[in-house]
């Protein structure tokens, strides 16, 4: 129960760097791979606050804020330097690793004295139930879990419905049509640099949130702990257009946060069963890969079948 | 209203790909004159449409639109004043947004896009009638993506969303025609609607010569990058399209001459 419960929390927090990678590889058709990058940028900024005692709310809006510069940068070196964006957001990563280290002053920071969201949530689950359990469906439940797993979810959706409203006022929907016909939007007097440097900064700002989510449920922030992200996002991302499908912006935002959440548990699953944590990238990569082939695939197949028989 | 001044502009200055679109083209039009583009292939009858829209900046020359001086201005910021429909359906609209989002868009040409609703309730009713007014059968589909449309439908779309808010100045750029014939005739028809209706200055690039001589009231044929013949007034009205197609013909004469005049001199001199 606790390893199911584990499993959905990560999954809620991983759910917002899906956002992020659905906002720059759906939204703006461009993988970017700033994310490795951005939330560990997330993560060891909201850690160095919350060991120096800062307001766990506070600290965890500044990591945001710092992904959604790393995001602007790669915005900008792709529309200012016209750099490739794919070069542009491994440029950036690399260069984030190094600001990582500086951050954190060292490549790990352990955050067990520290107040941080999940200890306030935990400590909240305890007061409001009164006792360290509770039965839920008849299975016994640390009350502190069960509270972080219920901030965890209150926190996802609010950030998925902020989301959503965003990208369907003036200027969400410039940065939709950017992504979709940027000829259009720049006839229709929408400044097109301006509006891929910003998402690029939302969608790292998703990224950066999540990191510093992370941080703070796993009790530390790691200089490596970015590597293979935005792939485990696009996995996400592409189980959810499974599940939900893309006919609109709030199904496909639905379906992210589920996807995750989904792929988390089959992970979780996987490695209970024993799969070496170390096949793990491999594994997501795979995944990633059939996901993007096999549609194409299976088309061509049901396209050859009329005339074999 | 639109007064070009001396503008040129080369492509890959220096290179085996060196072209020189436009080779110091001057143009004045007034408020609310139809014009019609003319030319062959590669005359610079898109390129001049496409420095006067922005989306390049020229190497000589001035651009001045309804009292700014907009050579410098980058395209999006010339939005402001000018409604675009290009020669691609796809070109013009927001493929797998609706078709309500689409006006939305254009509903904000050049002003600040804020944190508002896109889809502001006071833009829906005149929205709905003004593509019921089309006859499309549309109007209840304003919830669909657009690019489910045909191509015919896509431009007449884009040509009320350029023209949402009253550009002051229009640029058709071979708009019908990637159309099929039916389809490029309501959507000429339409243009033709809108631009009477609300008066508006428009530079019109096409390759009929039937649009040619029916449209607009003054036509400017190109050749290599320059103004080459400015037919208006009364003698715009008088033109055929046979007399359109002869002056094409003087131009291909001349054309033949000069490579075979070249060709001549290539043997005689190198």
Known sequence: ?309 | MLTIRGIRKTFNPGTVNEVRALQGVDLTIEPGSFVIVLGMNGSGKSTLLNAVAGSFFVDEGTLTLAGHDVTKWPEHKRAKLIGRVFQNPFSGTAPTMSIAENFALASKRGHARGLGWALAPNLMKPLRDRIASLKMGLEDRLDNAIGSLSGGQRQALTLLMATWLKPELLLLDEHTAALDPKSADQVIQLSDEVIQRDKLTTLMVTHSMQQAVSLGDRIIMMNRGRVLHDIRGAEKKRLRPEDLIDRFEEVRRRELLDESAAAMLNELYI
């Open chain 1, 1 to 309: 129960m606790t390893l199911l419960i584990g499993a959905l929390i990560i999954g809620l927090i991983l759910a917002l760097l899906a956002l992020g990678v659905l906002v720059s590889f759906r939204i703006f058709s461009m993988p970017d791979i700033t994310t490795d990058g951005s939330i560990t940028l997330g993560a060891s900024i909201a850690a160095v606050l919350l060991v120096q005692g800062v307001n766990p709310v506070l600290a965890t809006l500044a990591g945001a804020l710092g992904g959604a510069a790393a995001g602007a940068t790669t915005g900008i070196l792709h529309t200012q330097f016209k750099i490739n964006s794919l070069l542009s957001g491994i440029l950036v990563m690399t260069a984030l690793y190094s600001v990582n280290l500086h951050v954190m002053g060292r490549s790990n920071v352990p955050l067990m004295q520290a107040t941080t969201l999940a200890s306030f949530g935990e400590k909240l689950g305890e007061w409001l139930v009164g006792s360290k359990t509770i039965h839920i469906l008849g299975w016994p439940v640390a009350s502190a879990d069960a509270a972080v797993l219920v901030l965890a979810l209150g926190f996802t959706a609010a950030a998925g419905a902020a989301m959503f409203v965003f990208f369907r006022t003036q200027l969400g929907t410039a940065m939709r049509a950017t992504g979709d016909n940027p000829q259009m939007i720049r006839a229709l007097g929408s400044n097109v640099e301006r509006n891929i440097i910003l998402g690029l900064a939302l969608s790292n700002g998703f990224v950066a949130l999540s990191g510093a989510l992370l941080a703070q449920y796993q009790g530390f922030a790691d200089a490596q702990m970015g590597i293979g992200m935005v792939v485990w996002g696009l996995a996400s991302v592409i189980i959810g257009e499974a599940l939900t499908g893309t006919r609109s912006l709030g199904l496909t935002i639905v379906g992210t946060i589920m996807g995750s959440v989904l792929f988390r548990l089959l992970v979780a699953i996987a490695l209970r069963w024993g799969l070496n944590p170390n096949d793990l990238k491999l594994i997501t990569a795979l995944f990633v890969f059939a996901a993007l082939v096999l549609p194409g695939f299976i088309e061509k197949l049901k396209r050859r079948a009329p005339t074999a028989t």
